[in-house]
Every structure is written in C-alpha cells, then in structure tokens.
C-alpha cells in the first residue's frame, strides 16, 4: 500500500530536521573518559562541565554532567553546584566595562582609548608613561608593565587606598612592550561602575546580566553561596605526604574559600577573580556569548555586539607557554579578559581560572557556535584535568580524532616534579647572617605590601616563638606547607587572598617559597 504523499512529505521534512539536530558531545564515550582520568590520578574531588551547541536551524542543544565529588563528604556533583570562576571573572569585569561604556547617559562619556587618569584623579603608577597615557584597553590587555604583585593584595582594600598603593609597585618591563598578567588591574577596571554610575560592579552586572539572563545561582557573594548548600569546597593534598605526581596516598583536606566574607558589594578581588557560578548558569551565559550579546529566548541584546567583539579582538601577544608544548594549539593573542587562538584549525576564544582549591576552563569556538566550560574543585591538578576535559570536548565537537593530551599534561607535570626534586639543598655550611635569626623576628612595613610580622621557627624542633601572635601563626599553619629541619621564617598574610602563609628559608643564595 502506498503511503500518501503528505505523510512522506511529513517524514522527509522530519529527517531533514534530525539530520541538522546535534548529537550529544558527553556521550557514554565522554563519561568512560573522564571518569578513567579521575580514577587513574586518584582524584579525591570532582569536576563539573557545562557544553553548548547550536545547529543550523537555530536549536539550541545544552548538556552538563557532573563527576566525582563536591566535598570530602562525597557531595555529588549537579548542573546546580557552585564552582568560584578564578579569573574567568576578568570577562566579566571587562564587560561590566563596556556596558558602561556604551551608557549613553554617563557624564562624561568614556570610551576603551580614554586614559584612566581622566576616570580616577587618584590614578599613579610608578611609570609616569603608564601614569599618563595607560588607558581602559591597556589594563585590560595587562600592557601596563607591571608583574603580578598578588602578595600585595588584602581583602579590606577600598577602591581609593588600592589606587594609593599602585604607584609602590615596581614595572618590570616598559609600558606598552609586554602582556603581564596583572589582577590589580582588573581591580582598577572594577571600580568603573562604581565611580561613574554609582553602582558597585558586583550590583551592576547582577542587575545587567544575571538578573537578565536568570543565572540566579550566580554571584559575587561567598556568604550568598555558602549559605545555599550547594558551593563546592576545594580540595587539597598534604603536600609533604605526596610519593608522585598525582599524591595517591596523600591526606586531603578542605580548602576554605578564599574570600569567604566577600557579599552583594563584593571587593577588591571581586573584578579579576570573584565570581561564583555553575554549570547551568553557564550554559546560558556562553549562548548569549555566541548569540553576540543577545537573550537566547527573548532576543533582547543583553551586552552590547561591539562590547563583545572589543574583548575578542586581539590586541597583544602572550608570551611565555600557556598550554604544555604541543603542534595542536597557535601563539595566544590577549584580548579584555579573553584569549584568543587556534586550535586544530578552529578560532578559539578561551580563558583559564584559578582560585585557592578551584580550577576553571572556558572556552567558545564561535565559528562552530559551541562552547564548553569545565570546572573542577581539585587543588592538586585540577588545572590539568580541566585542560585535558576542556581539549577532548572539543575535539569530540569538532568531530576528530581526540589530541592525547592526558599524555601531554603528564610529561609536563613529571618533568615540574623532576624538576622540583633537583632542587639544591641548603649547605652545611651556611653563611649566617650578620643578624641572629631571634632578632629578624618582628614586624616590617612595606608601603604596598603592608605588615608582615616574621616568626622564627628554631631547626629541628617543634615550632615555639617567644610571639604569642607568632604562636599563633604557627599553630594555624597550613597543612600544605612541607616543613623541613632548616632555619625558616613564616609570615602571616592574614586577609590575602592567593596565600594564607609566606616560608623564608636561608641559605648562601636567597630562596622563599610561598604557600
């Protein structure tokens, strides 16, 4: 019997749609893989991923998957479990920018050329050049000449003593010649909403893009997530107990967040690395990233097209090795917060994040109209697990043959420990200093570093101080730290937000090895 000619027309316009539907990318394949990798590295934490796909006729197809566990309690991981972003809050930050930026109402009008001495009067830096010329794109393409200076932050900083501080710390190369990666300048960049429209960015980006978006799980608000239930808690290993790279035998322990009081207002450190999110926040947000800034519902432009394509465009080379050496990946162009290249063929617009005990990779191949976010709560490694997961995700959306880069990561991470174990150890002859130890005990003021208080720990004894703030010091020491039987000082960074304890250790060649 024949069919009528409705119903094969029916039928053929039904396989002309499935065959533009997108299949899966975390497939049982996926799951096997990942679920291996945490098992061969004996991973005691979890990771949390969020894919993105769009077809050719429009549909949207949004996957998350969780594995491992969100805490040392076994906490299974959810579309709905909380992960801090590290830096892949920059993106953030460098739009909150830009929306104001486009603020037609502003007064007075700025633009990504305007100097950011005409936005704060209190602007300075060590460099009268970047004093003067340093404008928006500058800091946000850390072309400003200055390093890191992370050991300078504290979490009580305001906006007018973090701009006092800035012209303290020492350029380590001219302005305008390098890409180094500098947080405090996505500070400076933070406080724009608030100098201009009045609004903290951490309340100005709730009310232009979460609000908006309904990424009501995300937030700027350690107390907020906290409170929720569902924010993952970082783990760690004790440092001194791991035998290999993967630390199998090693004792781990739950890292507390590193900005735990941190609320609605946010902070100093809210801007380059505070935000707070999840898988099926995410998800949304990377589909308005695709959609060029508009509503994946609604079509309402929720980021400006321009803002976007400002921060995509590649404004200066990153030197130094992002990725393990590999023939996959090109040279890595910074943008505002993204960084841009190529991989097997495909534009790539990525960025990486890391907080204490939280790892992030996000990633969008806008050609391909997909995206992926890997997210991991593992403080040992969790930077490579994310990689590798991030790199597999795409080649499975690209349709090729997946790069081993497991075998990648691990070539790197055994030559970092082999490395590591060819340190030189102190002489036994030691040059002393021209000072006892018991007398550089005390406290030193930087003018952009702030207090530090030194504590002399005798060798080969328990910790004892003649301090009762030092004893203290001692008795809260991270259980990271490898404590060994040589002179060393602690020094307590009480409200730092990278580090909770500096290690000085004397030897004929000045050493210090932070934790």
Same mark, same amino acid.
């Given at each position: 019997?024949?069919?009528?000619?409705?119903?094969?027309?029916?039928?053929?316009?039904?396989?002309?749609?499935?065959?533009?539907?997108?299949?899966?990318?975390?497939?049982?394949?996926?799951?096997?893989?990942?679920?291996?990798?945490?098992?061969?590295?004996?991973?005691?934490?979890?990771?949390?991923?969020?894919?993105?796909?769009?077809?050719?006729?429009?549909?949207?197809?949004?996957?998350?998957?969780?594995?491992?566990?969100?805490?040392?309690?076994?906490? +299974?991981?959810?579309?709905?479990?909380?992960?801090?972003?590290?830096?892949?809050?920059?993106?953030?930050? $460098?739009?909150?920018?830009?929306?104001?930026?486009?603020?037609?109402?502003?007064?007075?009008?700025?633009?990504?050329?305007?100097?950011?001495?005409?936005?704060?009067?209190?602007?300075?830096?060590?460099?009268?050049?970047?004093?003067?010329? $340093?404008?928006?794109?500058?800091?946000?393409?850390?072309?400003?000449?200055?390093?890191?200076? !992370?050991?300078? #932050? =504290?979490? %009580?900083?305001?906006? !007018?003593?973090?701009?006092?501080?800035?012209?303290?710390?020492?350029?380590? $190369?001219?302005?305008?010649?390098?890409?180094?990666? &500098? =947080?405090?300048?996505?500070?400076?960049?933070?406080?724009?909403?608030?100098?201009?429209?009045?609004?903290?960015? +951490?309340?100005?980006?709730?009310?232009?893009?979460? /609000?908006?978006?309904?990424?009501?799980?995300?937030?700027?608000?350690?107390?907020?997530?906290?409170?929720?239930?569902?924010?993952?808690?970082?783990?760690?290993?004790?440092?001194?107990?791991?035998?290999?790279?993967?630390?199998?035998?090693?004792?781990?322990?739950?890292?507390?967040?590193? *900005?735990?009081?941190? *609320?609605?207002?946010?902070?100093?450190?809210?801007?380059?690395?505070?935000?707070?999110?999840?898988?099926?926040?995410?998800?949304?947000?990377?589909?308005?990233?695709?959609?060029?800034?508009?509503?994946?519902?609604?079509?309402?432009?929720?980021?400006?097209?321009?803002?976007?394509?400002?921060?995509?465009?590649?404004?200066?080379?990153? /030197?130094?090795?992002?990725?393990?050496?590999?023939?996959?990946?090109?040279?890595?162009?910074?943008?505002?917060?993204?960084?841009?290249?190529? #991989?097997?063929?495909? /534009?790539?617009?990525?960025?990486?994040?890391?907080?204490?005990?939280?790892?992030?990779?996000?990633?969008?191949?806008?050609?391909?109209?997909?995206?992926?976010?890997?997210? %991991?709560?593992?403080?040992?490694?969790?930077?490579?697990?994310?990689?590798?997961?991030?790199?597999?995700?795409?080649?499975?959306?690209?349709?090729?043959?997946?790069?081993?880069?497991? %075998?990648?990561?691990?070539?790197?991470?055994?030559?970092?420990?082999?490395?590591?174990?060819? $340190?030189? +150890?102190?002489?036994?002859?030691?040059?002393?200093?021209?000072?006892?130890?018991?007398?550089?005990?005390?406290? #030193?003021?930087?003018?952009?570093?702030?207090?530090?208080?030194?504590?002399?720990?005798?060798?080969?004894?328990?910790?004892?101080?003649?301090?009762?703030?030092? =004893?203290? +010091?001692?008795?809260?020491? &991270?259980?990271?730290?490898?404590?060994?039987?040589?002179?060393? #000082?602690?020094?307590?960074?009480? *409200?730092?937000?990278? !580090?909770?304890?500096?290690?000085?250790?004397?030897?004929?060649?000045?050493?210090?090895?932070?934790?």
């Amino acid at each position: 019997m024949q069919s009528p000619p409705q119903l094969l027309l029916f039928a053929f316009i039904l396989t002309a749609f499935e065959s533009l539907a997108l299949a899966k990318v975390i497939t049982p394949e996926i799951d096997s893989f990942i679920n291996k990798l945490l098992s061969d590295w004996h991973v005691r934490s979890g990771i949390s991923i969020a894919v993105v796909s769009r077809s050719e006729n429009g549909s949207w197809e949004t996957e998350t998957a969780g594995y491992g566990a969100a805490d040392l309690s076994n906490t +299974t991981i959810t579309g709905q479990t909380q992960f801090a972003l590290g830096s892949n809050s920059k993106h953030f930050d $460098a739009i909150g920018t830009g929306i104001v930026i486009s603020n037609t109402s502003v007064n007075p009008r700025i633009s990504w050329d305007t100097p950011i001495k005409q936005i704060f009067s209190n602007w300075k830096l060590m460099d009268s050049n970047a004093t003067d010329l $340093a404008t928006i794109t500058d800091l946000m393409s850390h072309q400003t000449g200055l390093p890191r200076h !992370d050991a300078a #932050y =504290n979490l %009580s900083l305001t906006k !007018d003593e973090t701009l006092q501080i800035l012209p303290n710390f020492k350029p380590s $190369a001219p302005f305008r010649t390098l890409c180094q990666y &500098n =947080n405090f300048m996505y500070s400076v960049l933070s406080f724009i909403p608030e100098q201009l429209v009045g609004t903290p960015l +951490t309340r100005y980006l709730q009310a232009e893009l979460f /609000d908006k978006l309904g990424m009501n799980s995300t937030t700027y608000s350690t107390k907020r997530a906290s409170q929720s239930g569902k924010f993952a808690k970082g783990i760690g290993l004790v440092a001194n107990e791991m035998i290999d790279i993967f630390g199998s035998n090693a004792t781990a322990w739950e890292i507390p967040s590193f *900005d735990p009081n941190s *609320d609605l207002d946010g902070d100093v450190i809210s801007g380059p690395g505070g935000l707070i999110s999840t898988a099926d926040d995410l998800n949304v947000w990377i589909q308005m990233l695709l959609l060029n800034g508009s509503h994946p519902i609604t079509n309402e432009t929720i980021v400006p097209a321009d803002v976007l394509a400002k921060l995509a465009t590649p404004i200066i080379k990153l /030197d130094g090795q992002i990725f393990p050496k590999n023939n996959y990946t090109s040279d890595i162009y910074y943008g505002g917060g993204r960084g841009m290249f190529q #991989y097997r063929g495909e /534009d790539v617009q990525e960025h990486d994040g890391d907080a204490p005990g939280m790892q992030s990779a996000m990633a969008t191949l806008p050609n391909r109209q997909f995206g992926v976010t890997v997210m %991991s709560n593992a403080q040992n490694n969790g930077g490579a697990l994310a990689q590798i997961i991030k790199f597999r995700l795409m080649d499975a959306a690209m349709g090729l043959d997946p790069i081993d880069w497991t %075998s990648i990561y691990v070539q790197l991470m055994q030559a970092a420990a082999a490395a590591s174990s060819q $340190a030189p +150890t102190p002489p036994s002859n030691i040059t002393l200093p021209s000072t006892s130890f018991e007398q550089l005990q005390g406290k #030193y003021a930087d003018p952009a570093y702030g207090v530090i208080e030194l504590c002399y720990v005798p060798p080969n004894s328990s910790a004892s101080s003649t301090s009762e703030k030092c =004893n203290e +010091t001692l008795a809260k020491t &991270n259980p990271a730290i490898i404590v060994t039987p040589m002179h060393k #000082y602690v020094v307590a960074r009480d *409200d730092a937000p990278f !580090d909770t304890h500096w290690i000085l250790s004397h030897w004929n060649r000045g050493f210090v090895q932070f934790e």
